[in-house]
């Protein structure tokens, strides 16, 4: 097997690195952008046509939805690395073999995922305290949309299985073409039907199918050495193991740091309906910012993981410590701008001043701490690339789930219960996940190929 002459992967083991990593990030933070728009648009939707408890509801619902795309996604970067070896190494026939056994996987998990999630709805909304005056309408969007979470896993692996073989312009052309649907559609359900918060809903499972449609059929009419065959889909068990040795341990330091912030979540609530919607508000705003610093982190899983697979050891860490400083540099940028314009940045989601006040609140207190993290997600994909998803499981458990929760039991009980200090429980798991995962990688890794290495 060989690699079609009009491929649209990339070899990232020749070539200017920083450009590598520049090319491959750009369209992944596009992507990631217009990804995220999904849910955004829900928020814009119902807190301009229906209410700020509908904002509240769509709010207080992310936590959940992210416990299991999150750990879904985990399972993918292990696919991810384990596709993006082979490409690096050559063995088309093996990349091929992991090609079927992630969707494979990726269907079984599916399936599994929605049921589980349609009949816990209820119990982990009442076990995150939510409010009786969002309850109704937070089990209505969740339920919905734990019903369409196949399509988005299936879309988000085979954009996996792209990534990690180079491409990522023509995921970005798909979600593009779904975000405008997504948006279409809610406008559509909300302002001319009226179906409120459901609609939302519908207009967001009904995008993401289309999306995971598009990206089946790109597998499935490719040439190239990624392409998916029905006939030869199976689960290859060598195959899986190796992608959940990679896999797992960063699907369960998801899903546990999520389910942290689901205590988060929790203390948020106790504020009452306008808190909780300017914390999802800072919540939208905040993931934006994430934006650049997954996005290379995500080139730098794949980068490493090629140049891994090609025995570039070189180049392997000068891609990560470029990588690093690219993530750090676009972060600190958007973080002046949206603390600068944070009043009109809140003000997209709501008119309700006591909403507004509450997300200028928490993003004025956090945004410069992001820099912490944009070192933490860098360092992690790279590791992660290298084969090591135990070290930064460990490391961002400890810090992102222990440290934080240690932080809000003993500030809330024994300084003071406001409303600041419970927003600053991210920037202190942040920062305390920084300094331990950089000794972390320099001892366990970077000094053992280190020498030559010119930036």
């Given at each position: ?267 948020v609530n106790s504020f009452g309906s306008a808190c909780m919607a300017g914390w999802s508000c800072y919540n939208k705003l905040d993931m934006f910012i994430m934006l650049p ?163």
């Amino acid at each position: 097997m060989s690699i079609d002459k009009k491929t649209s992967a990339k070899d990232m083991t020749t070539g200017n690195i920083i450009f590598l990593i520049i090319q491959f990030a750009v369209p992944l933070i596009i992507g990631n952008l217009f990804q995220m728009m999904y849910n955004t648009v829900d928020s814009l939707v119902v807190g301009n046509f229906v209410g700020k408890e509908a904002l509240a509801a769509v709010g207080s619902t992310t936590m959940i939805i992210n416990m299991l795309v999150f750990f879904f996604n985990g399972v993918s970067i292990g696919a991810g690395v384990v596709i993006s070896r082979y490409y690096g190494a050559k063995k088309y026939d093996c990349l091929h073999n992991a090609v079927e056994t992630t969707i494979f996987v990726t269907i079984v998990c599916g399936v599994l995922f929605t049921v589980i999630g349609m009949f816990l709805v209820r119990p982990m909304l009442v076990f995150m305290s939510t409010p009786e005056d969002v309850m109704d309408e937070a089990t209505v969007y969740l339920r919905i949309y734990f019903a369409g979470m196949l399509g988005l896993l299936i879309y988000n692996m085979g954009s996996g299985i792209l990534r990690a073989v180079g491409d990522t312009k023509r995921p970005l052309m798909f979600l593009i073409f779904t975000s405008i649907v997504n948006a279409v559609l809610d406008l559509l359900f909300v302002v001319v039907f009226k179906a409120g918060i459901a609609g939302v809903a519908y207009a967001t499972i009904i995008a993401q199918f289309i999306s995971a449609g598009m990206i089946l059929l790109l597998l499935m009419r490719t040439k190239d050495v990624y392409y998916l065959s029905w006939k030869d889909l199976k689960c290859d068990m060598s195959v899986l193991k190796q992608i959940f040795t990679i896999g797992l341990p960063t699907g369960i330091q998801s899903v546990i740091t999520a389910f942290s912030n689901v205590f988060v979540q929790s203390y948020v609530n106790s504020f009452g309906s306008a808190c909780m919607a300017g914390w999802s508000c800072y919540n939208k705003l905040d993931m934006f910012i994430m934006l650049p610093m997954q996005s290379v982190a995500q080139a730098a899983t794949t980068f490493v993981g090629q140049n891994v697979g090609a025995g570039k050891d070189d180049r392997v860490n000068r891609g990560t410590v470029q990588s690093m400083a690219l993530s750090v540099g676009i972060t600190a940028v958007i973080a002046v701008f949206l603390f600068v314009f944070a009043l009109p940045a809140n003000r997209i989601f709501t008119n309700d001043n006591d909403v507004i006040r509450y997300g200028v609140l928490f993003l004025k207190t956090n945004v410069f701490f992001m820099m912490f993290n944009c070192i933490n997600h860098t360092l992690a994909g790279a590791l992660r690339g290298r084969g090591d998803s135990a070290g930064p499981m460990i490391i961002m458990i400890m810090n992102f789930v222990v440290v934080r929760q240690i932080y809000l039991f003993v500030v809330t009980r024994f300084v003071s219960n406001t409303e600041r200090l419970v927003g600053l429980s991210y920037p202190v798991g942040w920062t305390a996940c920084c300094i331990v995962e950089v000794a972390y990688f320099y001892l366990r890794w970077k000094k053992k190929t280190e020498k030559n290495i010119v930036l």
